[in-house]
């Protein structure tokens, strides 16, 4: 059975060389991705490094794992039984950041809210985080602004339409339900200019506590989104973050024979015509970026980050079964 959804990690990128270089969050994604890749793989072959000698086949994806129903796919195989963290709960800062890729139905979202949520716990051992920040699809902060007419050189590759606020509202009360169950201790969105935050704050049961935006492209914050922002205590704070951190062409990069290998060559583009050729264990299909989530722990008293890494999950679509622009699998 071929699995339906494709968890990506990184580990912990403080421990990675050169991935601190990155000057976007796109680019350390991507770095940090092949990394643990290659050092995931060397080290499933120096575990079976007869059988490899062999080339023995069945082992060439050791170092890959799936969920017990077959449906989930792990790159690498995950292992959470060591945490990097040492000190106590109170004495770290815990952030995350989820980035919703495609305009979906949003009905998968909580699901996929709550999966990420769970990987960032298991893998740094603890029961909740201090920050989840939310990044709709196809937001970007400066995209109503004033201030800054030309300002759309870094956005880079944009996939998905902005979804009105009342189809954001409908995630935003799922984040509210992990706030209220103690898995959150407060809550942000992305992005949001004044003329999408002011009727966001009218109808959200909790507001957010932070509005992450991007300066790139613009001097300053626009007067109208600080005066709003003072108004309701919403701290802003400055990323440079992309807000289409993993675009389709990236993940299949990821996963294709110069990545984890997993996919075909046949299955690069949507309606290319199949390679006749013995391909495997590899998949024939097409993979839609879903979400990443984004996390780091910084030690309260020292301001030290002693864990930071990303998650990121994509959908497996059939070969044949046509992928729209938008990202929906019919």
């Known amino acids: 059975m071929t699995a339906e959804t494709i968890i990506l990690s990184t580990g912990n990128t403080m421990l990675q060389q050169g991935v601190g270089a990155a000057d976007n969050s796109h680019t350390e994604l991507t770095w940090s991705l092949r990394d643990n890749f290659e050092g995931a793989r060397q080290e499933a072959q120096a575990q079976s490094q ?26 690498p195989r995950l292992d959470f039984s060591n945490s990097s963290l040492h000190e106590e709960r109170e004495q770290y ?50 995209e109503e602004s004033e201030c800054c007419p030309d300002k759309i050189k870094s956005r880079g590759t944009k996939e998905s339409s902005p979804e009105p606020v009342d189809g954001q509202l409908q995630t935003w009360r799922l984040v509210e339900r992990l706030h209220k169950d103690g898995l959150v201790r407060r809550i942000g969105v992305s992005e949001f200019g004044a003329n999408r935050l002011e009727p966001f704050l009218e109808k959200a049961s909790v507001q957010p506590s932070v509005n992450q935006i991007s300066l790139r492209d613009c001097c300053s914050v626009p007067q109208p989104l600080s005066s709003l922002a ?55 299909g097409q993979v839609v970026p879903q979400w990443v989530i984004k996390y780091t722990a910084v030690v309260k008293n020292r301001g030290v980050v002693e864990n930071k890494g990303y998650f990121a ?11 729209p622009e938008n990202g929906h699998a019919h």
């Open 50 to 75: 007869e059988k490899v000698k062999q080339h023995d086949a069945s082992h060439d994806f050791d170092w890959i794992s799936y969920s017990d129903d077959g449906k989930t796919m792990f790159i």
């Open 93 to 142: 800062d815990i952030t995350a950041k989820i980035f919703f890729l495609s305009d979906e139905d949003t009905s998968a979202r909580e699901e996929h809210l709550r999966q990420a949520v769970d990987l960032v716990k298991e893998e740094l051992h603890m029961p909740n985080v201090d920050l989840l920040i939310v990044s709709f699809p196809g937001v970007y902060f400066d």
């Open 230 to 284: 003072k108004s309701k205590s919403i701290e802003l704070l400055v990323n440079n973050d992309s807000v289409n951190i993993m675009p389709r062409g990236t993940i299949r990069s990821l996963l294709d024979y110069e990545g984890a290998g997993v996919l075909s060559q046949a299955s690069q583009k949507v309606g290319e015509k199949r390679k006749r050729q013995d391909n495997g264990k590899k998949m024939q």
């Open 313 to 323: 999950c994509a959908k497996y679509v059939e070969v044949e079964e046509k992928v």
